[in-house]
């Protein structure tokens, strides 16, 4: 019987596409390899771009987000330093019996010596302090002001006022300050806050009915001393304390009444009271 040639011809074609399916299985580059083969190169190729856009985008919400923590961090360094200044506010207003005669000049005298907002070695004296002690606390106070003037000068001039390193370097000046009253005991330390002019007890003005101050006996003109164990000297400070902790807890708080001291208990949270930070002489 004779050979049709085109029959040779077939057979060859399937052989060599038989061979080459079988070189590409063994060497593992084919569409029905263990990696995927060409058809995973493919798919790669047209993923690249995605996942590129997603790195880019991943990239700008972290940037997005690193300046959304340094704007929310500065912003609660201003509201802290605003809060600060509210509450020296509120007490000289309490401090200042009467209005400043026409004549007298923008700054108005304190008690003990200088003028508001001015660090005497006057006011520590009145407050109790030894000229020795006074001398020291007046000098801290001043090198930390120059410091503080330095850094604000510096970050302008060079353009980093607003951002993190600011906010952390200025902290850390504040935080020298606050080491010297780390170790005073209560009374030295109200008597301090006194001389520079700081609130150094919170006064209750009015409390709120049915509130958890009302609940626990806490009336108006009361002076509130410890909350939680912890003195408190300006409403910032109680404020703070009512905040941390486990909501709902039974927490003592300490109260100065017609010069008594009381103790009563009350779930951790909103006391419900109008506050007043107040600046009075320790002893006077």
């Known amino acids: ?72 961090l500065l912003l609660e360094d201003e509201v802290e330093a605003l809060q600060d200044r509210v509450a020296r506010l509120e007490a000289l207003l309490d401090d200042s019996k009467t209005p400043p005669e026409p004549a007298a000049s923008a700054a108005t005298t304190i008690s003990g010596g200088g003028t508001r907002g001015e660090i005497t070695e006057e006011a520590f004296i009145k407050a109790g302090f030894t000229p020795e002690q006074a001398a020291y606390y007046r000098q801290r106070h001043d090198e930390i002001s120059m410091a503080q003037l330095y850094l604000r000068d510096q970050a302008e001039r060079e353009g980093w006022l607003r951002s993190r390193r600011f906010v952390d370097e200025q902290r850390a000046l504040r935080q020298r300050l606050e080491e010297l009253q ?21 006064g209750v003005r009015r409390v709120l009915a049915s509130s958890a101050a009302d609940s626990a006996g806490i009336r108006d003109g009361d002076v509130l001393l410890r909350y939680d164990g912890k003195r408190v000297y300006q409403a910032s400070d109680l404020r703070r304390a009512t905040r941390s902790g486990d909501m709902g807890e039974m927490v003592a708080v300490d109260i100065l009444r017609d010069g008594q001291r009381i103790q009563t208990y009350v779930p951790r949270g909103p006391l419900g009271v109008n506050m007043s930070s107040e600046r009075i002489l320790p002893g006077g």
Do not use: C
Not at 188 to 200: D, S, V, W
């Open 1 to 72: 019987m004779p050979i049709n040639p085109n029959w040779i011809a077939a057979g060859l074609v399937v052989a060599a596409t038989a061979s080459v399916m079988l070189a590409i299985n063994l060497d593992g580059s084919g569409p029905e390899s263990g990696d995927g083969g060409t058809a995973t190169s493919a798919a790669q190729s047209i993923s690249a771009p995605a996942k590129s856009t997603d790195n880019l985008q991943f990239s700008a919400m972290a940037d997005l987000l690193d300046r959304e923590v340094e704007e929310r």
């Open 182 to 202: 780390q170790g005073m005991d209560e009374d030295t330390h109200a008597r301090y806050l006194y001389a520079i002019g700081r609130p150094n007890q919170v």
